[in-house]
């Protein structure tokens, strides 16, 4: 159980495009997803928490109008990159957490974003 | 601001050998995972610790939680090179943020 879908997995594209990735549970209702960015052989930065039917949380730092959160439902969240340039190259992971104290969150496989 | 130092950053042993990871803080948690991710994969949850005191168990792999729920450690028995990943150790509050502090990984090396 508590299966996350990320999608897609590999994303190349030209610089000023935007890109949306997808984030899924498949087995259980998130009420809250989280977004991450990963740098290679290092920990996850939080970008923003994403609740269903409200405004993410964007960490300090992060700009809400680069980085779109939608979560229209319990099962989907989507991360929009705008108008991506080679510095937003990077690893994108998305979580979800189930209900009830001490759920841990379940990831996805992570979206392999390169800007060129 | 709360953190969790993880320690060490990188280890490169020998198949066989045994290790230790430690996760540290001053901040006390509601419960501690660790999770362990491959490259270009997401993070895979090995354990949930909840209770001060706490030991875990997955095959080679033991889970300690201290008694004031600010540390925990990961010990690997007779590491293989399977056990080769980035290990994360997560701290949880409680409260309705649901952010977890994330430990800067230990990227593990085990050479046959």
């Known amino acids: 159980g508590a299966v996350v879908s990320q999608h897609p997995s590999r994303v190349i594209c030209k610089s000023g495009t935007s890109v949306k990735i997808e984030c899924r549970s498949l087995?259980?209702?998130?009420?809250?997803m989280f977004w991450y960015r990963q740098f290679p052989k290092k920990s996850l930065m939080l970008m923003a928490t994403?609740?269903?039917?409200?405004?993410?949380?964007?960490e300090q730092g992060v700009e809400k109008d680069k980085f779109l959160i939608n979560h229209a439902s319990l099962t989907l969240s989507t991360l929009t990159v705008t108008s991506a340039h080679p510095e937003d190259s990077s690893f994108y992971i998305c979580s979800a957490r189930e209900s009830g104290s001490n759920q841990p969150q379940h990831f996805g496989d992570g979206t392999r974003l390169s800007i060129l | 601001t709360q953190l969790l130092e993880q320690s060490p950053q990188f280890l490169s042993i020998q198949e066989g050998e045994n290790l230790t990871v430690y996760c540290n803080s001053s901040?006390?948690?509601?419960?501690l995972q660790w999770y362990r991710q491959e490259p270009g994969e997401g993070p895979v949850l090995l354990v949930t610790v909840v209770t001060g005191g706490e030991v875990k168990k997955l095959k080679r792999l033991t889970f300690q939680f201290g008694d004031a729920r600010k540390d925990s450690s990961l010990h690997i028995t007779a590491a293989q090179p399977g056990d080769t990943g980035l290990y994360l150790c997560?701290?949880?509050?409680?409260?309705?943020?649901?952010?977890?502090?994330w430990g800067l990984g230990t990227s593990l090396a085990v050479n046959p």
């Open positions: 087995d259980f209702q998130a009420t809250t």
């Open positions: 997560a701290g949880a509050n409680a409260g309705n943020n649901r952010k977890l502090i």
């Open positions: 901040s006390v948690f509601s419960s």
């Open positions: 994403s609740n269903e039917g409200s405004k993410a949380t964007y």
